[in-house]
């Protein structure tokens, strides 16, 4: 039986889909490079005529000249220091309230997400409320709410709303009793860190052995014993042994203020850059006879100040604790120390935090609601009271929910921290308006702005994902 071979030729190339598929893709590319060139080119033309002196128009010269202003918020910047150091600390502003407000928003969005599953009803209706307002009202509205309606109208600094013990408000900011590590503290630091590694390393190894012997469980309260004992351990170490140099010198200004500092040089003068501050030292102020005036410590940049004192003639100090809690105190039209949260920073933590929060809480809810309600009825008939089903049945089943759009609104956070500029909080957006004010780098200041902000996106992405991964739900 004779058979016929149909013959296998290909196409010719114009007809050929993949071929076609792939010439078009390949145009598209060109296309797409061929207009960002001609923005970049157009780009550079504008900028060369704006900028007639010679050098490239996109220099990143600018970074390293004076910034010739103070930014009054964050750690310490002098006007003398450049541009580059000063974005840096613009930067650390906005990882500052950005990493306190998702800690604060997830713990507020948590308490009300479960409220909104409460079957208490006043409480649910309370939850529901403050979401529906929250979320239906711009954030930057809500801002100038708490700068101007709520920071604002505290008191004036001499009518102090006391806290207790725990710190005063007043419309130039919130004061708190803060423990800060002293100038001896520093070495304790180490032992902490230790005790870290030493207490994952126990609660992994536990929660394994768990795992292998078939029992529930893990290693988290061993793995937290374990931090605690090395920390104690390393606290008693560091106090037995703090010392300071035999090179500590002060200047004394006035009689009641000055600053102590370890004299590198040995000059009995003290040169910034050079001289290295002590920070929450116990020193005290001494008259012609050598008679105590007062007591008091340095604040965090080795800085003192004796308020309603006759004017002293020396200084004594003492070898401090490793860790100092500072307390508050008025002096003249201001508190020294403590933890000083300035009105803006405060306002746009708390726009933050309560914006956010009202997001969360929903996200929370939905989450609650995905676990099926046989895994209620089932853990209440084994007699287990609520909390312990949340937290040991429901919300471990409802993170694979949860985790995908709260990243999302983390992200969110710490972008709209930016609007901080309509309060005046000196975030890394802030300072880059003042840069690209005084130096006319618009172009290079908006790139560097758009890289930050996608790196610290990146990087929140990067390890939300991680924990997702470990929280998700392994068929087998």
Do not use: C
Not at 208 to 237: D, K, Q, T, Y
Not at 240 to 262: K, Q
């Amino acid at each position: 039986m004779a058979t016929t071979v149909l013959p296998n030729a290909r196409p010719p190339f114009y007809r050929d889909s993949k071929v076609i598929a792939i010439i078009l893709q390949i145009i598209f590319a060109a296309a797409v490079l061929l207009l960002g060139w001609s923005l970049y080119s157009n780009m550079i033309s504008e900028l060369s005529k704006i900028n007639n002196t010679s050098g490239s128009p996109l220099s990143w010269n600018f970074l390293g000249q004076t910034a010739g202003f103070a930014i009054s918020e964050g750690p310490i910047f002098r006007p003398e220091e450049s541009y580059f150091r000063a974005f840096l600390i613009g930067l650390a502003n906005t990882i500052r309230v950005s990493v306190v407000g998702i800690i604060l928003a997830t713990l507020l969005g948590v308490l009300v997400g479960v409220a909104r599953v409460s079957n208490n009803w006043l409480l649910d209706k309370l939850a529901q409320t403050y979401i529906e307002i929250f979320r239906s009202t711009p954030l930057l509205v809500q801002l100038l709410f708490w700068y101007f309606g709520v920071v604002a109208a505290l008191p004036n600094i001499d009518q102090a709303t006391e806290l207790s013990n725990l710190g005063f408000l007043s419309n130039r900011g919130i004061f708190l009793t803060w423990p800060y590590l002293s100038q001896t503290g520093a070495p304790w630091l180490w032992w902490l860190l230790s005790g870290l590694v030493a207490g994952v390393v126990t609660a992994w190894l536990r929660r394994r052995a768990l795992e292998r012997s078939g029992r529930v469980g893990g290693g988290f309260l061993l793995g937290l014993i374990v931090f605690i004992a090395v920390a104690a351990a390393g606290f008693v170490f560091v106090t037995n042994a703090a010392l300071l140099p035999e090179t500590v010198a002060y200047d004394l200004r006035r009689g009641d203020r000055g600053t102590l500092y370890i004299d590198a040089n040995d000059n009995q003068r003290y040169d910034a850059g050079v001289d290295e501050t002590l920070a929450y030292v116990p020193i005290t102020l001494l008259d012609g006879d050598g008679q105590p005036l007062g007591e008091e410590y340095t604040d965090g940049n080795g800085d003192f100040r004796f308020f309603d004192l006759p004017a002293g003639e020396s200084l004594s100090w003492r070898t401090p604790s490793p860790v100092v809690v500072s307390e508050p105190m008025r002096q003249g039209f201001n508190f020294r120390g403590g933890l000083s949260l300035t009105p803006e920073f405060a306002a746009l933590l708390l726009g933050l935090v309560i914006y956010t929060a009202s997001y969360i809480a929903e996200i929370v809810r939905a989450g609650i609601n995905a676990v099926p309600h046989g895994q209620w009825e089932a853990s209440r008939a084994l007699g287990l009271p609520t909390g312990s089903i949340l937290r040991m049945i429901v919300l471990p089943q409802a993170l694979r929910v949860i985790i995908p759009p709260l990243t999302s609104q983390y992200l969110n956070l710490i972008k709209n921290s930016s609007l901080a500029i309509a309060i005046g909080y000196p975030d890394l957006f802030y300072v880059a308006r003042i840069i690209v004010n005084q130096s006319g780098a618009e172009v290079q200041m908006i790139l560097v702005v758009m890289a930050t902000y996608l790196s610290i996106s990146l990087m929140v992405s990067a390890l939300m994902n991680w924990y997702n991964r470990r929280v998700a739900i392994v068929e087998r």
